[in-house]
């Protein structure tokens, strides 16, 4: 069996890095760029202010709540999943 780890001790060891993948990945305020970044050029066009109420106000709301940092290690756990690397941040 493995050691147990103290999530206390992990999380505040970890802030440091939580932090600075979540302000690299997830713009305060969505831009052109940072969506043909992200998602590529549309063939449509993107409507800024849509994309800001709808995806990346919600996930600020959720990341600022606070608590004991669960979020952004998921956060983390998740860019992990689809193939990002969060030292790359």
């Not at 505040?12 to 997830?26: G, M, Q, R």
């Not at 106000?57 to 940092?69: A, C, S």
Request: aromatic share 10%; net charge negative.
């Amino acid at each position: 069996m493995g050691s147990k780890i103290d999530i206390e001790s992990y999380l505040s060891a970890k802030s440091a890095e939580i932090n600075k993948a979540i302000d690299a990945t997830v713009p305060h305020r969505i831009t052109l760029d940072w969506l043909e970044k992200t998602f590529g050029h549309p063939s449509y066009g993107y409507d800024l202010e849509s994309l800001q109420k709808g995806m990346v106000d919600p996930m600020w709301e959720l990341l600022d709540r606070g608590g004991k940092r669960w979020r952004p290690v998921l956060f983390l756990l998740s860019l992990e999943a689809v193939g990002g690397n969060p030292q790359t941040y």
